[in-house]
């Protein structure tokens, strides 16, 4: 069984359009977070949430909005889409906050045309 | 601002070898830091995690040292084979408690020759 799912896997859309990515944890953590990885590879911390509290990178323009209707779920709704949004997207889990190891999911490629 | 290094985008090592990668950071004190190996077209999975105290930890034919004076981490792996090759990315958590997420290297893809 997967332990971090994401939905879907590509991701074609039209700039200016509002999307959504879906991730689930089986694992049964306390903790999800978002993670984008640019043309580069350079993977960044978007955000954290942990029983309903969210940490928000101050870099992360307010089109991004988590969303966790329950403890296994953190899904990612994007408004207005832009070029630059364009990436690869991970979603991540782990037990507690501190000092554990992170589980990450398969990840969803996003295209803005 | 913290910087997270790693000595190099590519790395080519012969099998057998052992492939040494390293990881500086700077304006930081870490508890702990992390490998994680990431495959094209995947996430990042966990290898290991050593903490500040901790001089050296192995794991088969992975070792990972960690000197908080000299800000900096290597990451070894002995007897190399081209199935270890891939993105191998240090991981640092910066909130001192795991609340911001990790922050990482921007990875070191090796490639071992057969």
């Known amino acids: 069984d997967t332990a971090v799912s994401q939905t879907p896997k590509y991701l074609v859309t039209q700039m200016g359009n509002d999307k959504s990515i879906k991730c689930e944890q089986n694992l049964g953590h306390d903790t999800m977070y978002w993670y984008k990885q640019d043309s580069k590879k350079f993977l960044k911390i978007m955000f954290s949430y942990n029983n309903k509290e969210l940490i928000i990178n101050e870099t992360v323009p307010n089109r991004f909005s988590p969303k966790s209707p329950d403890k296994a779920h953190l899904n990612l709704h994007i408004n207005s889409l832009e070029l630059g949004d364009s990436a690869v997207y991970f979603c991540?889990?782990?037990?507690?906050?501190?000092?554990?190891?992170?589980?990450f999911g398969p990840g969803t490629r996003l295209l803005v045309l | 601002s913290q910087k997270i290094e790693q000595n190099s985008e590519a790395l080519n090592i012969q099998e057998g070898k052992t492939a040494t990668l390293t990881c500086n950071y700077t304006n930081y004190s870490p508890a702990y830091l992390q490998w994680y190996r990431q495959d094209p077209g995947r996430g990042p999975v966990f290898l290991l995690l050593?903490?500040?105290?901790?001089k050296e930890k192995r794991k088969e034919r992975l070792k990972v040292t960690f000197d908080t004076t000299l800000k900096q981490s290597l990451f070894h792996i002995t007897a190399s084979q081209p199935a270890d090759s891939a993105t191998y990315l240090c991981a640092l958590d910066l909130s001192g408690g795991g609340a911001d997420g990790l922050t990482f290297g921007k990875g070191t893809h090796l490639i071992i020759q057969p």
């Open positions: 050593i903490r500040e105290n901790e």
């Open positions: 991540a889990s782990s037990q507690e906050l501190a000092e554990e190891t992170q589980y």
